[in-house]
């Protein structure tokens, strides 16, 4: 296969192609195999822990140009990106996440802001003057993801497979921020879904006539990068585009303002959880993952804690 740079190359993605090319070549899957499983094992299985036995990892407070935290391994060479932990099966055998567990006695407690950037592109549309998606938020249990599926499949929305709700799912995201066919393909590998081009494409169209508001939401970012190139999210973030403004910027901007808002968001409530009184005794917090917080907790504090997690996470937000 050859790179965008006509450049051959065996990346994960041209090995798919090929698997998809050619099914009856068994050798294919199994260098594919190969390399997720030296992947895992590299990244995930041999990590090197601290002495006391647990797995640390250093953050960037300044390693997105969103805001949000990033994490790799520390200065003394513990730990990996703890971000990225793969949530499905490794190796056929586990779920890399069910390596990572609470000491005896104590319990991992998650919590994530639900469909918090489709929320976020539902109240900037409605700032343009789109209400649709900010009405049907107004029902606790709409589904973005099972309303597109259902659109895009002409399907009732009860009959919704999950697979087929995760394959909206990359739509829907990868659809808001103006992302083509192709970049929806790559996603879908990331997270085991395979689409090809063309099914993505006829996904994508039907995505914008579900919703074709979306093109005056990029309009309008556009129009605001060639007046002053400068966008600001709820919490007053600034952030200048520098360069070209080509096509390639306008999606980073578009992207820019859900993305910043929600992990501005999550570190608020990541800072709500180390002031004094706000989270009851041996509770704290162990993991933030962009959308979401791992707290550690014992048994005994295990209901208190969950009370006090959606009350320090309930923070008002104006879109203006």
Known sequence: ?????????????????????????????????????????????????????????????????????????????????LQNIPAGKGLDIVNIKDCYVAPAGKYLLKGDLKQAETMVVAEILHRLGFSQ???????????????????????????????????????????????????????????????????????????????????????????????DRELRNCFGRLRIFFGRLDESTQREAVAWEPQSTVGDLTNRILRRFFQPGVLPPDCFPVLQVHDEIVLEVTEAGLEDCIKAYKVASAIPLFIS
């Open 133 to 227: 998606l900010h009405d049907k938020y107004q029902n606790p249990a709409f589904d973005i993801h099972k309303w597109a599926a259902a659109f895009g499949l002409n399907k009732d929305e009860s009959t919704i497979t999950k697979r087929e709700r995760d394959v909206f799912k990359i739509v829907n995201h990868s659809g808001n921020y103006m992302s083509g066919p192709n970049v929806m393909v790559r996603t879908g590998l990331k997270y085991g879904i395979d689409l090809d081009f063309q099914t993505a494409k006829a996904l994508r169209a039907k995505k914008l006539q579900q919703m074709p508001e979306l093109q005056e939401w990029w309009n309008w970012v556009g129009n605001k990068l060639k007046r």
């Open 1 to 81: 296969q050859y790179s965008k740079t006509r450049a051959v190359t065996t990346d994960e993605e041209a090995l798919r192609k090929l698997a998809k090319a050619f099914p009856n070549e068994p050798v294919l899957q199994h260098i594919i195999a190969y390399r997720k499983a030296e992947k895992l094992l590299g990244t995930y299985l041999t990590t090197k822990t601290s002495s006391d036995g647990r797995m640390r990892s250093s953050y960037n407070a300044s390693g997105t140009e969103t805001g949000r935290l990033s994490s790799s391994q520390n200065i003394w060479g513990e730990g990996t990106n």
